[in-house]
């Protein structure tokens, strides 16, 4: 049965956070064995910010994949207000690095490093536009006087329009987009080919009322925040338009069900564990899944220069349960995003 069976060519995920240690032991399978190849988060404890820190990072990660599995991980820097420009072009130059990551200091989980005005890099910024380095951006504002479900589109205005005119050449990825204000912004530069969007399993399924829910619910928490219906309604029309700029980036963010289920929980939702079942369910609802291949395999490669993955995965319409908690360590557990409940398709492997 044609409907049932979904063949495409393999996946990527372009952005993700694998940890390290035995959250990187316990969270990698999941995202080898969907994904031909990932672009790697660098907010480490401390940050990945030069290349031998990169380099030690992808031995630990190549280290931990399971035998046999085929997975490549593309490395990112971590920018600080000290960023070198020439040691951050050379570490591109050398094949480490896929691209730089743009945390504004303290918007997020380990961003404390981060930059605390995009001015202070400028020169980091004309040197990656000069050699085609990526710049992958956390799009939100951190003044606390702004609301938490504005930042992103306070960031838009503020920070990320006024960047895109000082640097007409850049090539700028925004990160995990959640409103539909992030989405006509990048419709309306996409004549020029230099930005992306990547857009999460979760933001395309939940919106922020799911998060109070009959109570809180701290496993959906994640930043940038899911923000009202009609956004999600602007997701998931871009996420299935089949246009060149949208592509799949999971953020998948494991933290242990300690850190989520606390006083001051951690940001982040663990999707990795059926990534491509959960953008199935949204695509599928969208009556789209002849667009899954565009976003999930072809947009990516194409905005990062890459050849698209050679290898078939499947996808089959049959019911599958999303695991339980995952243990990390003695003690340690992670609960994936809609743990325990039934999906409509399965994972069948690569083909
Ligand atoms: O929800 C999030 N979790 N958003 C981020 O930007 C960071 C991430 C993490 O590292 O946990
Ligand atoms: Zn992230």
Same mark, same amino acid.
């Given at each position: 049965?044609?409907? #049932? ?21 316990? +969270? ?53 207000? @000290? ?9 591109? !130059? ?22 605390? #005005? ?7 910024? !004309? ?27 306070? %960031? ?28 006509? %912004?990048?419709?309306?530069?996409? @004549? ?21 829910? @009959? ?33 799949? @980036? ?34 599928? !609802? ?38 339980? +908690? ?10 994936? %995003? ?14």
């Amino acid at each position: 049965m044609p409907n #049932d069976r979904l063949v495409i060519r393999r996946p990527d995920d372009w952005h993700v956070h694998l940890r390290d240690g035995a959250m990187l032991k316990a +969270v990698l399978p999941f995202t080898a064995r969907q994904f031909g190849r990932a672009i790697v988060m660098p907010n480490l404890k401390p940050p990945v910010t030069h290349a031998a820190d990169a380099v030690a990072y992808r031995d630990r990660i190549l280290a931990a994949l399971p035998d046999g599995v085929a997975f490549t991980p593309l490395m990112t820097a971590y920018l600080t207000d @000290g960023t070198d420009a020439d040691d951050l072009a050379r570490g591109f !130059e050398d094949g480490v690095f896929a691209a730089a990551k743009l945390y504004p200091a303290n918007a997020t989980t380990n961003s404390a490093h981060g930059v605390t #005005d995009v001015a202070r890099i400028a020169p980091v910024l !004309e040197r990656m536009a000069e050699i085609g380095m990526p710049l992958l951006i956390h799009g939100e504002v951190t003044d606390p006087s702004v609301d938490i479900f504005d930042r992103e589109a306070v %960031f838009i205005d503020r920070i990320l329009a006024p960047l895109l005119d000082r640097h007409p050449s850049l090539r700028v990825v925004l990160e995990h987009v959640t409103t539909s204000d992030a989405v006509q %912004f990048v419709r309306a530069h996409a @004549g020029s080919g230099r930005i992306g969007a990547t857009i999460t399993a979760h933001h395309l399924l939940i919106n922020r009322s799911h998060i109070f829910q @009959g109570g809180i619910r701290p496993h959906l928490y994640c930043l940038p925040i899911a923000k009202r219906e009609t956004h999600r309604v602007a997701l998931v029309e871009a996420a299935t338009s089949g246009e060149g700029p949208f592509f799949l @980036g999971t953020d998948t963010a494991p933290h242990t069900v300690t850190a989520k289920e606390a006083a001051c929980g951690c940001a982040g939702c663990f999707t990795a564990a059926n990534a491509l079942e959960l953008y199935a369910e949204a695509f599928d !609802e969208a009556g789209a899944l002849d667009r899954l291949e565009a976003f999930a395999s072809l947009n990516g490669p194409r905005f990062y220069g890459m050849p698209a993955n050679e290898e078939r995965v499947a996808l089959e319409r049959r019911p599958s349960v999303t695991p339980d +908690v995952l243990l990390v360590s003695e003690g340690d557990a992670v609960l994936p %995003f809609r743990s325990g409940e039934t999906l409509r398709w399965s994972f069948a492997g690569v083909v």
